[in-house]
């Protein structure tokens, strides 16, 4: 048996968590600054690594106490060294070390995206096949990874501009809804015609690509220029007539980028022979999202519970578990990388 401490500070969502053998999570702990962000309408960057190191140590204490365990007992620590916010990478990454180099544990570095990836892995029931296609959907990433083994990766295609949750972010903004934007439309949405206002939607033709940024500047400009609303709306601030149809808006927003999300990623499965799709990231929790790639995709489609979605600290563990199989182990000297990718390992 292989027990790993993971530790996650990417980004608002201080965590820790115990998990055995890849796959069986023993404790997860998730401290979420939300609160905190939502005035802003994001996340402010210097408030959330503040804010990481006040919760960093009881976070641990706790998954540890509710793993009913040591630090000593651990076989490895795993923390997430990027991408993501810099001051906030830096806690976690830090605390890492100290208790690796305190207990003489190896220190294994985690790729968020690949952390995110993992997530499914935490099913303990579910068969994963390779080759598999895995569409990564956050709040700073909309990525198609396909995927030949452990750690074999071949990147199909990211946004070009807004991440699929950074759009429900400011959407959700726009209409005047709280933050996060994504639970907050969806809930809009239920009441609402997704067939109400034709939204655009890039396709970007012969690629794997995506861009919702024109997506977000139509829903701007049907705002500002809705007859009720009392006078133009710069981009970021929330509409202030009870008027306008924001059941509506947000139905048709979110239909056209489940849309997008859905085919591209059908196509890149037929492409590549896919054998199964995963979801990951938060966006991976949208109901409706869900919904239609089981409908849609030809091969079966796993989705992690919801909680395993937004960041958390069981999957960076997960990572590292099957990383510590490998050999794989980082130095001292691992620091944060903000804009860290997957690369091709196929």
């Not at 956050?138 to 946004?159: D, I």
């Not at 091969?299 to 990383?323: H, I, R």
């Not at 199989?325 to 196929?346: C, N």
Request: glycine content about 10%.
């Amino acid at each position: 048996m292989t027990h790993i401490l993971g530790i996650e500070t990417s980004c608002d969502e201080t965590a820790a968590a115990v998990v055995k053998d890849g796959r069986e999570i023993i404790s997860n702990v998730v401290a979420s600054q939300a609160k905190i962000h939502e005035r802003y309408g994001g996340v402010f960057p210097e408030i959330a690594s503040r804010q990481h190191i006040l919760h960093i140590i009881p976070v641990l204490e706790k998954a540890l106490a509710q793993a009913g365990t040591e630090l000593d007992q651990m076989d490895a620590v795993a923390v997430t060294y990027g991408p993501g916010l810099a001051g906030s990478l830096l806690v976690g990454v830090n605390v890492a070390k100290a208790l690796a180099l305190a207990k003489h544990l190896p220190l294994i570095g985690i790729n968020h995206l690949e952390a995110h990836i993992y997530a499914n892995w935490l099913q303990e029931d579910e068969k994963i096949l390779f080759p598999l296609l895995c569409l990564i959907a956050s709040g700073g990433h909309t990525n198609l990874v396909l995927m030949s083994g452990h750690e074999k990766y071949q990147p199909l295609g990211q946004t070009l501009d807004d991440a699929a949750g950074e759009a429900f972010d400011k959407v959700a903004r726009l209409l005047g809804l709280g933050y996060p934007g994504g639970p907050e439309i969806q809930l809009a949405a239920q009441a609402g015609d997704p067939s109400a206002f034709d939204l655009p939607r890039a396709w970007l033709k012969g690629t794997y690509n995506f861009s919702f940024s024109g997506l977000k500047t139509a829903v701007l400009y049907l705002v500002r220029d809705y007859p009720a609303t009392a006078g133009p709306l710069a981009e970021g601030e929330g509409a202030s007539s009870d008027d306008l149809p924001v059941a509506d808006l947000a139905a048709s927003f979110q239909a056209a980028v489940v849309e997008v999300l859905v085919e591209k990623t059908r196509a890149a499965a037929e492409e590549w022979d896919a054998r199964q799709v995963l979801l990951a990231g938060g966006v991976a929790s949208n109901t409706l999202l869900r919904q239609q790639m089981t409908e849609r995709i030809g091969v079966p489609v796993l989705c992690p519970s919801p909680e395993l979605c937004t960041d958390n600290a069981a999957c960076v563990a997960a990572v590292g578990c099957f990383k510590l199989s490998a050999g794989e182990q980082a130095g001292w000297d691992l620091d944060v990388v903000p804009g860290l990718k997957l690369i091709v390992t196929w």
